[in-house]
T-cell receptor, first 113, second 112 residues
Framework: GENVEQHPSTLSVQEGDSAVIKCTYS??????FPWYKQELGKGPQLIID?????GEKKDQRIAVTLNKTAKHFSLHITETQPEDSAVYFC????????????FGTGTRLKVLA | EAGVTQFPSHSVIEKGQTVTLRCDPI?????LYWYRRVMGKEIKFLLH????????ESGMPNNRFLAERTGGTYSTLKVQPAELEDSGVYFC??????????FGQGTRLTVV
């Protein structure tokens, strides 16, 4: 069945350094890839997304890259800050007017001050 | 604009009891989804409503789970009777056709 693998499961970086989280999806028909940030006690918050007709998208300190051939997509956070500490989830889906997401298992990011 | 809201935020019930979770989507969002995260694993899809109709309920674990969305506004997810393995965090999300899904804060269900 459809599957999304996410690595690493935990990631610790020094404040100011960059963080990279990688995901691989199995369904080549997937065409929409959102990233969610979940802070303690809160629900997942959409932080950036990318569609399959785009290779890279950037929003201030965060960027997402997509390699359709390899079925890989990655989240890049630059100049990390303590408030970036959270659990990050990648997801993949088909955008046929619905968003049934297949989620990765999550990455717990710790930014050390 | 209010986001997706879920009630209650926490629920502790005994095995065999019934629990009903509620979700109020963002106003104007026809698509409403239920997801569940069990024991720190990935967030898994349960079902999808378009307005009041069930579009996809392929993720519902078994017939102890019943979701409704009368009138196409808020939705409820009832678990009856609850089992220990039903413990987890239940998320609701809503979306318009052209945008990403917005999640609520979740309901943490503990079955003891």
């Amino acid at each position: 069945g459809e599957n999304v693998e996410q690595h690493p499961s935990t990631l610790s970086v020094q404040e100011g350094d960059s963080a990279v989280i990688k995901c691989t999806y199995s369904d080549s028909a997937s065409n929409y890839f959102p990233w969610y940030k979940q802070e303690l006690g809160k629900g997942p918050q959409l932080i950036i997304d990318i569609r399959s007709n785009v290779g890279e998208k950037k929003d201030q300190r965060i960027a997402v890259t997509l390699n359709k051939t390899a079925k890989h997509f990655s989240l890049h956070i630059t100049e990390t800050q303590p408030e970036d500490s959270a659990v990050y989830f990648c997801a993949a889906t088909l955008t046929s007017g619905t968003y049934k997401y297949i989620f990765g298992t999550g990455t717990r990011l710790k930014v050390l001050a | 604009e209010a986001g997706v809201t879920q009630f209650p935020s926490h629920s502790v019930i005994e095995k065999g009891q019934t629990v009903t979770l509620r979700c109020d989507p963002i106003s104007g969002h026809d698509n409403l989804y239920w997801y569940r995260r069990v024991m720190g694993k990935e967030i898994k899809f349960l079902l999808h409503f378009v307005k009041e109709s069930k579009q996809d309920e392929s993720g519902m674990p078994n017939n102890r789970f019943l979701a409704e969305r009368t009138g196409g506004t808020y939705s409820t997810l009832k678990v009856q009777p609850a089992e220990l393995e039903d413990s987890g965090v239940y998320f609701c999300a809503s979306s318009q056709e052209w945008g990403g899904a917005f999640f609520g804060q979740g309901t943490r269900l503990t079955v003891v």
